[in-house]
């Protein structure tokens, strides 16, 4: 009969003392956007409304790090919370991205989902985040963070709370701009 050997709770396994995630950029690169169905068009072409045609993801905003050089900040430093704004938001801004917006979508230290409302949310741009809560939404500036669909409903769920080496990721589904929020 084999020895009995007690379990050693403060004791992690040889491998998982190893694992290694990706830094924010290359988590960010690797995460999946929500959902975008086909809609009433897609009827046209043989899809059922509710069919998905593809994912919003986060390319444009990973380019216009890599642009303005915010992106040695999500492969190093940190920790630090990212406010990756999906490929739509892009499409809709209509300003010029810079460094100072794109530093305003890094909070400094990690901050889940959870703790969003306790305060304390500098940007690397040097501005402060404001968090509200609405309507069972939470709420950075006016950009919904980690949309869930609920219910019955069809829509997208926005990743939220995506651990990386140096930090979490959070989707959002605008552009934020400092200063431009008047709660």
């Known amino acids: 009969m084999p020895a009995f050997r007690p379990f050693l709770a403060n004791k992690a396994p040889a491998h998982a003392a190893n694992l290694q995630m990706?830094?924010?950029?290359?988590?960010?690169?690797?995460?999946?956007?929500?959902?975008?169905?086909?809609?009433?068009?897609?009827?046209?072409?043989?899809?059922?409304?509710?069919?998905?045609?593809?994912?919003?993801?986060?390319?444009?905003?990973?380019?216009a790090c890599q642009q303005t050089g915010v992106i040695s900040d999500l492969q190093s430093a940190g920790?630090?919370?990212?406010?990756?704004?999906?490929?739509?938001?892009?499409?809709?801004?209509?300003?010029?991205?810079?460094?100072?917006?794109?530093?305003y979508h890094i909070i400094q230290g990690k901050r889940t989902?959870?703790?969003?409302?306790?305060?304390?949310?500098?940007?690397?741009?040097?501005?402060?985040?404001?968090?509200?809560?609405?309507?069972?939404k939470d709420f950075l500036d006016e950009a919904l963070v980690g949309v869930k669909s609920a219910g019955a409903s069809k829509g997208g769920n926005f990743p939220c709370d995506v651990n990386a080496d140096n930090g979490v990721v959070h989707s959002i589904n605008l552009i934020l701009v400092p200063g431009a929020f008047q709660g």
């Open 22 to 63: 990706a830094d924010l950029a290359g988590t960010i690169q690797g995460l999946q956007g929500p959902e975008i169905f086909w809609g009433s068009e897609g009827v046209l072409s043989g899809h059922e409304e509710s069919d998905i045609k593809g994912y919003d993801n986060f390319g444009k905003f990973l380019s």
């Open 79 to 103: 920790p630090y919370t990212v406010l990756a704004p999906v490929d739509s938001a892009f499409d809709e801004y209509k300003g010029q991205v810079t460094a100072d917006i794109l530093k």
């Open 113 to 136: 989902t959870d703790s969003l409302s306790s305060g304390g949310l500098s940007t690397l741009q040097g501005g402060s985040l404001t968090y509200r809560r609405m309507f069972r």
